[in-house]
Nanobody, 115 residues
């Protein structure tokens, strides 16, 4: 059974930083592309960042230059380093394979940025 468990969210002031983690199980982690998505209140889930199995990365324009995605294949863990956070980054953050499987969404981790 595939499972993604996100952690590391919290309340932070604008301009601050957070590092999210996503522990994956039930997949061969090293051969999968992975990504982060987020869903703000009243909005649809949106793409944030992705990383291929070879380390290629891509970002949504809204987070480019502020967020960094990386992975540790030995720990089956995906990360999202978020710097210079803005109020607009407030959302529940999710990880999944890229392209995502609808059946594999986890509970997410809440990020709240106060302005």
């Amino acid at each position: 059974q595939v499972q993604f468990v996100e952690s590391g969210g919290g309340l932070v002031q604008a301009g601050g930083s957070l590092r999210l983690s996503c522990l994956a199980s039930g997949i061969t982690f090293s051969i999968n592309g992975l990504g982060w998505w987020r869903q703000a209140p009243g909005k649809s889930r949106e793409f944030v960042a992705r990383i291929s199995m070879s380390g290629f990365t891509a970002y949504a324009d809204s987070v480019k230059g502020r967020f960094t995605i990386d992975r540790d294949n030995a720990k089956n863990t995906l990360y999202l380093q978020m710097d210079r956070l803005e109020a607009e980054d407030t959302a529940v953050y999710y990880c999944n394979r890229f392209a995502p499987y609808d059946t594999d969404w986890g509970q997410g981790t809440q990020v709240t940025v106060s302005s």
